[in-house]
């Protein structure tokens, strides 16, 4: 091919054009390779090991010429600093409960309580939609139904994605995990399942040193302070009365959904829910002993909805129902409303986790209304006998509590899931999940032994006076334990996850930047460099070294536990320092790395080709 003088002087305009472009037309910042481009404040509350995140993120920064100020506070300062001043760029928190449904809004909605994050609509605003996409994903969620649908599975994992790539409010890190110990000779405990659904499969085969009785298994709490669900604040209280009272669905430990006292749910149309008591469970005896012979109907359900949504501690919870009708005795319609400032009634998808709610007496409970002639008198003697002597439909019944020492449950022999004519129905799939079959004759109590010191515990537990034990806190213990035939070792992810929290307002002048990254302006300068902080962060490092590698590492923004809700594919910021260094690049940061990315360097050979060639056909045209 023979080159001619105006093919020569376009090669040399595109070679002179690139070294322009990348060298004089993106202009990064320079400072000296010592010293940070840049310091963010990072702010975490103290009495564990937050401080100890802080100082690996500390470390990780360095690596890109980050610079970071660690500030430890005490709890309620932090907490002030979440929620009012937010004079921060980074924070390390957890969440912790719920993770039934995967609507996180009051989290990472614009007008979440808990939105730490600052995320803001004009951050994502798209005008078809007219409101911001990570907005629209979470409001949309909630409209879906069925609730537990595969389209509503999907709808959630396009919003994962979206969200950890495009916003990115936050660097998952792990979950805990939970360890429990038990002595070897206890068959059938399922720590993920738990005690109560694990009773109809536990028993004791032998005895074990120290083991006074194999009938009743022995643990350990803290002292209860009150039984009714609508009003209990503690998991003391609340495992007894989890044993006495039965829920309406029953949520499995892989969140599968279950009918229970229901017999059905059904949805009519999408704001349209019918429940269907089922028949045949006779409640417990009430300790005034008023009551003989009552079985569980769908009053009973309205009475515990109406209760929830009205007098409840969380009647903010209960939102939803616009409407109850009760049709006959064992069945009553539920029209939902997820959004009362609309005139139709809106759909509802969160809804179906308040199903899963302990049941109440109404026969008990109802005894006196207040002036509405609805609304129960929550001041009648009733309510306080309950608060301390709970009864319900479930297996247990309290047979004796010795205050400041135990409190002693019986299995009821009259409790409908030792009744094979209830349990044969086919959609409880009873025997499998629960263990209860024909003839069962496992355990029939549980001491809970009042005993809130840690080490107190381990002792009574190496003495054969408790049979299992929450050993979390102790991995010295675990380890031992696990070594030893005598005891068995299980463990299980909880549902808790922490992260670093990134303060995405405009007012953080480098993480909240909205201004257009230099080298790519489909991005925005925070937003590299949110990204660049989670590809540079080495989670596994922080796991090994703090937790012996033991915890569950997160990359979605919800509960690891959460199972099928978590897409499984989403994009992942394992540690990459190279990929680090590259945002930090591409946002306008000298960090002594070269851009090598082929779709960047298309981009710059695109538009300096396009450039030159536009030069040069002027230059030759002008030449003739």
């Known amino acids: 091919m023979k080159i001619t003088k105006s093919k020569t002087l376009i090669l040399v305009g595109v070679f002179i054009t690139l070294f322009v472009v990348s060298s004089v037309g ?15 404040v990072a702010k975490t509350n103290g009495g564990g090991v937050r401080p100890d995140y802080l100082n690996f993120l500390k470390q990780h920064l360095a690596r890109i010429r980050i610079n970071l100020d660690v500030i430890v506070q005490d709890w309620p300062t932090f907490v002030g600093e979440l929620i009012a001043f937010r004079d921060f760029d980074v924070c390390y928190v957890s969440l912790t409960g719920g993770g039934a449904d995967p609507d996180f809004s009051g989290v990472y909605d614009e007008n ?26 979470m409001r949309e969620g909630t409209l879906i139904m069925p609730p537990d649908s595969e389209e509503r599975v999907q709808h959630y994992w396009a919003w994962q994605q979206y969200m950890m790539d495009k916003i990115l409010p936050l660097a998952p890190t792990f979950s805990p995990t939970g360890y429990g110990a038990q002595w070897a000779n206890l068959e059938g405990y399922n720590y993920t399942d738990g005690i109560l659904q694990s009773w109809g499969k536990m028993d004791f085969v032998g005895n074990h040193a120290g083991q006074v009785s194999n009938d009743e298994l022995v643990r350990v709490d803290a ?6 669900p609508l009003f209990q604040d503690d998991t003391s209280s609340s495992f007894i009365s989890n044993a006495a009272l039965d829920s309406l669905v029953f949520y499995d430990a892989d969140l ?17 829910l019918r429940i269907t008591a089922r028949q045949g469970i006779p409640w417990g005896d009430d300790p005034d002993g008023l009551f003989l012979s009552e079985e569980f109907d769908i009053y009973d359900v309205y009475f515990t909805f109406y209760a929830w949504k009205h007098v409840s501690n969380d009647q903010h919870l209960w939102s939803w129902i616009e409407d109850m ?27 179906l986790p308040n199903l899963n709610l302990n049941i109440l007496p109404e026969h008990y409970l109802n005894q006196t209304q207040l002036a509405d002639a609805v609304t129960p008198d929550i001041t009648h003697p009733s309510w306080s006998t309950f608060a301390t002597n709970v009864f319900g439909t479930d297996l247990f019944e309290i047979s004796s509590f010795t205050e400041g020492v135990e409190t002693v449950l019986t299995v009821k022999s009259n409790c409908w899931k030792l009744d094979p004519v209830v349990t044969a129905d086919p959609a409880l799939n009873f025997e499998e999940r629960f263990g209860f079959g024909a003839g069962w004759d496992g355990i029939h109590n549980i001491r809970i032994r009042i005993m809130p010191d840690q080490q107190t515990q381990l002792l009574e537990f190496e003495a054969g006076k408790v049979d299992l034990l929450g050993i979390t806190w102790n991995p010295d213990k675990r380890d031992a334990y696990d070594a030893d035939p005598d005891f068995i070792v299980q463990s299980d992810t909880l549902y808790a996850f922490g992260f670093f929290g990134f303060n995405m307002r405009e007012v953080r002048p480098i993480i909240g930047s909205r201004v257009e990254a230099p080298l790519d302006p489909t991005l925005t300068i925070g937003l590299c460099v949110r990204k660049a902080i989670a590809f540079a962060i080495d989670r596994f490092e922080i796991n090994n070294v703090i937790h012996r590698g033991e915890y569950t590492i997160s990359d979605t923004p919800m509960y690891p536990k959460m199972g099928v809700w978590n897409n499984p594919n989403i994009i992942r910021y ?34 300096s080709l396009v450039a030159v060639a536009t030069i040069s056909l002027i230059f030759v045209r002008k030449k003739k």
């Open 112 to 137: 979440g309580s808990l939105n730490l994050f600052g995320y803001h609509t004009s951050m994502d605003w798209d005008d078809d939609k007219g409101t911001g996409l990570n907005e629209w994903y």
């Open 223 to 228: 002292a209860w302070s009150d039984f009714n």
């Open 574 to 607: 394992n540690h990459d320092i190279d990929k680090a260094r590259y945002y930090m690049t591409v946002a306008g940061f000298d960090v002594d790395y070269t851009i090598e990315s082929p779709g960047f360097g298309l981009w710059i050979t695109l538009s």
């Open 256 to 272: 599968s959904v279950w009918p229970n006292l229901a017999q059905s749910y059904t949805m009519i149309n999408d704001t349209w």
């Open 325 to 351: 009708v009760i049709l006959d005795q064992w069945t009553m319609d539920v029209f939902i409303d997820g959004d009362d400032t609309t005139p139709e009634n809106e759909p509802y998808a969160p809804f």
């Open 26 to 40: 993106v202009q990064p910042i320079k400072t000296d390779a010592a010293e940070p481009v840049f310091t963010l």
